[in-house]
């Protein structure tokens, strides 16, 4: 997972899915730049870290799949969403609703994005290591909000 340099500016709004296309979604710029997620909880509800960016969610639209919608609260301070008909995981929303992150694996191609930093990596499996030369927090650590929201 090295940090590449984008090849395309980002556009100002990307679009995504999930693996059956059941839940359709658009989200307009500003994004923060991709996280990585070490914690046991993306571990254990994607099968491996997550990566992710975020918008502020007045900037977020689903498209299609109201209904294939699901969100489980896995947390007392967050909500994690994922298509109910293929399982694709897609969305990770603190309860303050302040913003949306969006797992980039579900947005289409070409996002623009770049990698940023790991987060949790005090909570990774013994499987892998991390050489990417990014920045790596123990726990939360400076995960910014998207830009305009302060913090």
Not at 45 to 63: E, I, K, Q
Request: a positive charge; one cysteine or more.
């Amino acid at each position: 997972m090295a940090k590449h340099p984008a090849t395309k500016a980002t556009p100002q709004t990307l679009t995504g899915q999930c693996l059956c296309g059941a839940v359709r979604f658009e989200a307009d710029a500003p994004f923060r730049p991709v996280s990585v997620c070490h914690c046991r909880q993306c571990a254990q509800w994607t099968g491996a870290y997550v990566m992710a960016t975020s918008v502020a969610t007045d900037r977020f639209r689903l498209v299609s799949g109201d209904k294939a919608l699901g969100w489980y609260a896995a947390s007392d301070t967050a909500k994690r969403g994922f298509c109910q008909k293929c399982g694709s995981s897609l969305f990770w929303k603190p309860n303050d609703g302040s913003r949306v992150s969006i797992l980039a694996g579900s947005l289409d191609p070409p996002t623009g994005l770049t990698l940023d930093h790991h987060i949790f990596v005090a909570d990774k499996s013994d499987y892998y290591e991390i050489h990417d030369g990014l920045p790596q927090d123990a726990q939360w650590g400076g995960v910014p909000k998207p830009p305009g929201q302060g913090g």
